[in-house]
């Protein structure tokens, strides 16, 4: 594994350990040239999942994209990171044995929007703003009320 920081072609794996309720390996380890210490993750990838975008556009799958929009949702929530972590690891792993290379981003959508909907009510009302492009207040008002609603059941 290359150093990220002198870019030396070797290093030792340190320390090895389960993560993300085991989807996934930490490692760290040490360069062999700067001696610096970094840690790598190892994921299983099933297969290679393209995203269907709006106007037909397709982009490979990002899975940094998916953790970035769901932590940005839960920002200041009080949500672990391991939560964050395994709803990721949930949803990349649904959209890999579904057995479609291309899904559309809709799809994405609607599998972060229940995720969030079991992880934190605000995290799901605000990335409900995005996803469902909210343009005024009333829309915040409406949604966060169907949310409020439905908890009461």
Known sequence: MRCPFCAHEDS???????????AAIRRRRQCDGCGARFTTFERVQL?????????????P??????????????????VDQERIDQLVSGIQRQLETSGDSEVPAARIGALVMEGLQRLDSVAYIRFASVYRDFGEAKDFEEFASSVRD???S
Do not use: M
């Not at 030792?12 to 085991?22: I, L, M, T």
């Not at 994209?65 to 769901?70: A, G, R, V």
């Open 12 to 22: 030792q794996v340190k320390d090895s350990r389960p993560a993300e309720d085991g």
């Open 47 to 59: 297969r290679e999942v393209s995203v269907i975008k709006s106007g037909d556009r397709r982009e």
């Open 61 to 78: 799958f990002a899975r940094a994209k998916l953790e970035q929009s769901i932590t940005l949702a839960c920002r200041k929530r009080g």
């Open 150 to 152: 439905a908890g009461r």
